[in-house]
């Protein structure tokens, strides 16, 4: 049984190990947010239109009168 924990201590030894290693490399570099995103650019937000005109919106009449209220 002594050698499995020798074993698991070493593995979590060599992980915690690595963990720090990466966060004393993050945070000493001046571009820790290329490391965020793996140097890809950053993906399109599901608010931004582009250069698309705005989709209408649903609450608007456009040209036609108001519709009568239910509650008058």
């Known amino acids: 049984m002594s050698r499995k924990l020798t ?6 030894l060599v992980l915690v190990g690595a963990m720090g290693l ?11 947010l290329i ?3 793996g ?6 937000t599901p608010w931004k239109n582009g250069g698309a005109p705005p989709p209408p919106s649903p609450w608007r009449n456009g040209g ?9």
Do not use: F, I, Q
């Open 64 to 72: 036609a009168p108001p519709p009568p209220s239910p509650w008058k």
């Open 35 to 37: 490391m965020a995103n």
């Open 39 to 44: 140097g890809a650019p950053p993906p399109p």
């Open 22 to 32: 990466k966060t004393v490399v993050v945070t000493h570099s001046d571009n820790s």
């Open 7 to 12: 074993v698991v201590l070493l593995a979590m």
